[in-house]
């Protein structure tokens, strides 16, 4: 494929280079006419070697380069004012699919200015491109499918609530309407956190921001005079896994919960407080009342429902419950401290 109309100018080891490239590749005068091409740039775009040499770019194929913007930019880059990097056209030939080409091209600096010489650099793009549009696609409707799971999900999350709520009307058992209200609220909570879930995506969850959603939620249905009781939320810029946040927000609904249920009788007012500090893998998460505290003796609550899913939880969360006076009220911490666990496969939190 050598020329040989200029073979007193061309160095045989530069046209060696270029035909022996496994880059599709031209080399070519300022004029467009093409004294090298490799061969990988005649098997990609089905031109016949012995027909390339001394021809101009525009007659190459069945004149397919012939492209008026490419030939621009190729004399712009051989008078040294420009250079072609990434520059992106498609390819049209007939009865062949389009071929989506990013082409490089540089002006060859050898002193020698009266025969400028440029090097064209092509790469076919066309599957590489297909399959991005494939994936955006998939990852579109995946979008799509899950927004629709989201939405499925919190409708029935609510129909369940609802129904709860009017069978806890109907019943006349004090103990069992107190078990359908706490079935609602964890429910309810349930909501709250899938809600958050849905709108921060599958990645990182901001702490601050779904506490006080989940406690806004869990004020909502469990507090009916909001002079008397108050939850608080004390927050630093912790960000947590989706599936960390999910154990952490299910931890604070079932201890505000009993804090609600437990701390404040009688009409006591009080005010709960959740807060959560982080520092590098180490986190506490707190649930604080100001109201009776722990009853002792024959007045001590047995362990329920809610001391269960607790203890379960600060399990799968590699932490440690401590629950201590708050003097006044109640103090419950749950503790993860990341060297207790070095080298194991943590669900940080944090």
Same mark, same amino acid.
């Given at each position: ?24 590749? *031209? ?26 040499? #001394? ?7 069945? #004149? ?65 491109? %297909?399959? %991005? ?17 989201? !939405?499925?999900?919190?409708?029935? *999350? ?5 129904? *709860?709520?009017?069978? =806890? ?7 069992? /309407? @107190? ?13 709250? $956190?899938? /809600? !958050?879930?849905?709108?921060? #995506?599958? #990645?990182? $969850? ?42 952490? @927000? ?30 590098? @893998? ?16 024959? @007045? ?21 419950? /401590? ?12 503790? !993860?401290?990341?060297?207790? !666990? ?6 940080? =939190?944090?």
């Amino acid at each position: 494929m050598a020329s040989h109309l200029t073979p007193h100018l061309e160095a045989a080891s530069t046209i060696a280079v270029v035909v022996s490239s496994n880059e599709p590749l *031209l080399f070519l005068t300022d004029s467009m006419k093409v004294i090298a091409a490799s061969a990988s740039f005649c098997r990609t775009f089905e031109i016949d070697p012995a027909l390339v040499p #001394g021809r101009m770019l525009s007659e190459l194929g069945a #004149g397919e380069w012939g492209m008026a913007k490419l030939a621009s930019l190729l004399k712009a880059t051989a008078s040294g004012s420009a250079e072609i990097a990434a520059y992106e056209v498609d390819l049209v030939r007939p009865g062949r699919k389009i071929q989506q080409l990013v082409v490089n091209a540089r002006k060859l600096d050898d002193g020698d200015n009266d025969h400028i010489r440029l090097l064209m650099a092509v790469t076919d793009v066309t599957d590489a491109r %297909a399959d %991005a549009r494939q994936k955006d696609d998939l990852i579109r409707e995946k979008a799509i499918l899950m927004q629709e799971v989201q !939405h499925r999900v919190a409708n029935s *999350l609510q129909i369940i609530a609802s129904v *709860l709520m009017q069978s =806890a009307r109907r019943v006349q058992s004090e103990e069992a /309407r @107190g078990h359908l209200h706490d079935a609602h609220n964890r429910v309810m909570s349930i909501a709250a $956190v899938q /809600r !958050h879930l849905a709108s921060s #995506g599958a #990645g990182k $969850v901001i702490l601050r921001t779904y506490f006080v959603q989940l406690c806004e939620s869990l004020a909502a249905s469990m507090i009916y005079d909001r002079d008397r009781l108050t939850i608080a939320v004390t927050v630093d810029d912790s960000v947590v896994k989706s599936d960390a946040s999910i154990s952490l @927000g299910l931890i604070v609904t079932e201890l505000v919960i009993n804090a609600l249920k437990h701390a404040f009788p009688e009409q006591r007012s009080g005010k709960i407080t959740v807060d959560y500090r982080s520092d590098g @893998g180490d986190w506490t998460l707190s649930v604080k009342d100001d109201g009776i505290g722990i009853p002792t003796g024959r @007045g001590a609550a047995k362990p329920g429902l809610g001391t269960g899913i607790v203890e379960a939880l600060v399990k799968n969360l590699q932490s440690e419950i /401590r629950v201590t006076d708050g003097k006044p009220g109640t103090a419950v911490s749950i503790i !993860h401290t990341q060297t207790a !666990h070095a080298g194991e496969d943590l669900p940080a =939190a944090a």
